[in-house]
């Protein structure tokens, strides 16, 4: 053996990545009781989840925060409720991880305020905020400013805590939700750089950096990655992502110090990669992707968050949570693993492997250099089109087995699974009476947040001077910070920068997006297309017409985009609006767009209020012959209740064929309609 492959001395031994568990959720009182128990278990950092209002900046008793308040998160209303998540937590011992982008800077602003109120010096404060609005746009659904504003709040951000809370990793550009909208691991490395570039691009613009910081602005840049099951290939992605880095930032920005130019990411493994379908297969996935980011001592994550086994079929519980925790201790202390400097140095194969990843996604970081970099290539709708296209490939190659899922497509037999026995205790549900607990508490402390013991100042003045300095050039962190001292509600914030910057309905990518599946002779997509084509000639329309809505928050859309796109090619004309609809909208465009069909896409667990209110309103329209057809996660006690309401059919994630849905949507708009079913050939 090499010097290099034999064990290191005991005092050599690496010490442990951050071991986090992504939590949060009902209230600030209720997480905050999660934290402290994670923390007592030997967690070493906290990653916060927030809910869909807290991330698009309503407050709790808006229209469009119905039926999502504290579902996917904990609800972040104020100061006080940021004082209540973090009681008994000394901060300065922590290093706190914040999944929040659009707004990031309020809720690093109401998290500096009560660092100051525990007595805790802010440059002591360690953590992240994620801060990467690029990919809201993109994949997860975020956002709320259009792109140049929310580049300047990112700008700003950056700026003030380099410059005053130095340990703080103010933006952690985030590739992650790129992979599960369908990104390639080209794309995934090519996107997030160019989201880097243009960052950092703005930030030296700025005037806000002097020339002698440029470094530590560098430094304080990390990334948040995704890591699939195939961990090879990886693995591998981890040391392409390091050695662009490392050349972007020295040959662009000219920054001299290694240190500063070290490719610095956390981890949380494939989440939408799991499966409802024999879920226990999910803790060997989880192990698998782990290793992709730990077994490289040269490209090792330096945080790493596990999913839990059963979050295809809904929210975990806090023993499941435990149970991803114990799967990175047991790597960390059990095995030899941190005792072996890198292992995969001099491999023939991992560097051909490597090499060829760093040179395609350096052409494609060109290409969109070429087109004025990443905002612009967001604002055209080119990068969300790619990403649309390549998950409509990958869904095709599942659908037709070319790419294996074991117990989705392969090896489906299974014996009775003593995990999902009882379904309603297999994942943690959230009492819908929170939401309006929530929605007092907040109608209280709007009414009382002048009184002692806070005694905030009126939070008018404070909104006002929070506009001016948006219509100006200024920083505007510190205008945030005087609205949070001064009890201003996550709504309020948001909707007084509405007001100047406007917002921002993303590009789709589903009209551009090409065919995924042919229609071929004899395959299951032209039987499909030939059933849309006789049905619409039987109704005497020239086309099908079918909506696929998404109401409520929840900006996951990779689901319905891919039925929107695949409705298309088997002969629909589809209506698909994007993101972020109230139920009153969704029934307006249906009934205008004369439609026979609706679809409906909820991954956020808001579907058991929004999807009844769609059917009451349809209802009063006098739309009832329009089948309603439900997607997401929804447990199985959910799914009966929605079909008792009227829902004609429920589709969830072990629901994996998107030809045979649309399928079964032209069956339920036959039966809507009265019309014989066709026989489909065997």
Known sequence: MTERQTPQAKNERDRPWLMRTYAGHSTAEASNELYRRNLAKGQTGLSVAFDLPTQTGYDPDHILARGEVGRVGVPVSHLGDMRRLFQDIPLDQMNTSMTINATAMWLLALYQVVAEEQGVDITKLQGTTQNDIVKEYLSRGTHVFPPVPSLRLTTDMICYTVNNIPKWNPINICSYHLQEAGATPVQEIAYAMSTAIAVLDAVFASGQIAEEQKGDVVARISFFV?????????????????????????????????????????????????????????????VLEMLAVTLSKDARARAVQLPAWNEALGLPRPWDQQWSLRMQQVLAYESDLLEYADIFEGSHVIEAKVAQLVEDSFAEIDRIQEMGGAMAAV??????????????????????????????????????????????????????????????????????????????????????????????????????????????????WAGALREVFGEFRAPTGVSSAPVAVTAEEGSAMSEVRRKVELTAKEMGVGKLRFLVGKPGLDGHSNGAEQIAVRARDAGFEVVYQGIRLTPEEIVTAAVAEDVHAVGLSILSGSHAQLVPDVLERLRVAGATDIPVIAGGIIPNGDAEDLRAAGVAAVFTPKDFDITGIIGRIVDEIRKANKLDPLEVPA
């Open 226 to 286: 995704n890591a699939g099951v195939r961990f090879v290939e990886e693995m591998c992605k981890m040391r392409a992502f390091g050695r662009i880095w490392d050349r972007i930032t020295r040959e662009r920005y000219g920054i001299e110090n290694p240190k500063h130019r070290r490719f610095r990411y956390g981890v949380q493994v494939n989440s939408l990669g799991l499966t409802e379908a024999q879920p226990e297969n999910n803790i060997q996935r989880i």
């Open 379 to 492: 604002e055209s709708g080119y990068l969300k089109s790619q990403l649309v296209s390549s998950h409509a490939e990958r869904r095709a190659r599942i659908e037709s087995g070319d790419e294996k899922i074991v117990g989705v497509n392969i090896f489906e037999s299974t014996e009775p699974n003593p995990l999902t026995a009882d379904l309603d205790a297999a994942i943690m549900t959230v009492d819908p009476a929170v939401e309006a607990g929530v929605t007092a508490a907040l109608k209280d402390w709007r009414d009382t947040r002048y009184q002692p013991p806070f005694n905030h100042p009126r939070p008018c003045k404070a909104l006002e001077r929070l506009k001016e300095a948006a219509k100006g050039t200024g920083n505007l962190m510190e205008a945030t910070l005087e609205c949070a001292r001064a009890g201003v509600t996550t709504g309020e």
